[in-house]
């Protein structure tokens, strides 16, 4: 496992946001001199680019601007607030590289025969790599991408294809774990787990750390307990209502990810129910919904600005030839409680 950003002889924007505990947008505002960084945060990231020796990349020498670079970034949902995390991470690394980003749709780029057309249009439009956000790539996809030898970086890929493919995730299975525990220590031993599709790998993560902290624990899982579905509201509305109709429903729920965790919470709602009084609920990502639900949401933190950051770096590696220190890259995650989880009475 590495935590690290993949060696470039430099040091780079996701370094310095990483060490000032900042997004790397946050730095790019400060090393342009916008207002809208508070002093205390400004002070900081000043701090980490003095004590890395980071150097603007228009002051570096050697480096001409010839021509626009740019590379692809695909997504399945460009409203999801997962990829926008994401998205934001891969843009500020890429901007601090002069390099633009071209957001595109899997379904309009990658579907069906016309994969490989439109990757020999990313070639000859001068596209040099392409970044897949949290897709699940099918063995069509995959080889028109091989074939055209465009280089890919995956971010949270729900499949890969048998290409090999360089990824960027985060530890999905100990947050689980840690989250899954959490709720034990308040008390509660019956706990539902709803996860994505079964076919995510990142979900079939989280739920081995589920499953084991309950095995720790020396807890009975229930199969009616387990579910999977969509990683949209609407699969939490549904199997958080199916749960609470159990004879014995659950008292806590960990969701795979902040939207289903948002769909059971109105599931309880609907039934009449409160959160966390009458069910504790748990989510995944920490985006943007999780503190700004009724209740805040207590979730597991993905670094999702700094995967973005951190693939693209890897991208960029490839693009010029150069080998990976290693072909898949997690970053820590973090249980942040908020107001959703409270001790079983």
């Not at 020796?53 to 021509?67: A, D, E, H, L, S």
């Not at 890429?94 to 899997?106: G, K, N, T, Y």
């Not at 899954?180 to 539902?192: C, D, N, P, Q, S």
């Amino acid at each position: 496992m590495n935590q690290a950003a993949p060696g470039s002889g430099r040091t780079t924007l996701a370094t310095v946001a990483a060490a000032a505990g900042v997004s790397t947008a946050t730095v790019s505002k400060v090393l342009n001199a916008r207002p809208d960084v508070g002093q205390e945060t400004r002070v900081r990231v000043e701090r980490a680019l003095a004590d890395h020796g980071y150097v603007p990349q228009r002051q570096r020498r050697g480096r001409k601007k010839t021509r626009v670079r740019t590379v692809g970034l695909v997504c399945d949902d460009l409203l999801s607030p997962y990829t926008v995390e994401v998205l934001r991470g891969v843009s500020g690394a890429a901007a601090e590289s002069e390099v633009d980003v071209v957001v595109a749709l899997l379904d309009d780029v990658l579907g069906g025969p016309s994969s490989d057309a439109w990757v020999r249009r990313l070639r000859a439009a001068g596209h040099e790599g392409m970044i897949v956000v949290a897709c699940e790539l099918t063995e069509l996809q995959g080889a028109a991408v091989d074939r055209a030898g465009l280089p890919l970086v995956a971010i949270d890929a729900l499949s890969l294809p048998s290409i090999e493919v360089a990824t960027v995730g985060a530890t999905n299975g100990t947050g689980a774990l840690g989250a899954t525990e959490h709720l034990i220590g308040l008390g509660h031993e019956r706990i539902a787990f709803v996860g994505g599709p079964e076919s995510s790998s990142c979900g079939q993560a989280r739920l081995h750390g589920y499953l084991a902290a309950m095995t720790n624990a020396g807890l009975h899982v229930d199969t009616e307990l387990i579910s999977h579905g969509l990683y949209i509201t609407a699969t939490g509305v549904a199997e958080g209502r199916r749960l609470l109709g159990l004879e014995r429903p659950p008292t806590a729920v960990l969701a795979a990810n902040d939207p289903i965790a948002i769909g059971v919470i109105e599931a309880a709602r609907l039934q009449g129910l409160a959160v966390p009084a009458d069910l504790s609920v748990v989510g995944f990502d920490d985006t943007f919904l999780a503190e700004s639900s009724t209740p805040p949401l207590t979730t597991v933190r993905q670094p999702l600005q700094q995967m973005g950051a951190f693939a693209f770096e890897s991208l960029m590696r490839l693009v010029g030839g150069r080998a990976l220190d290693t072909s898949h890259i997690e970053l820590a995650t973090e249980l942040i409680v908020r107001d959703s989880t409270t001790r079983l009475l």
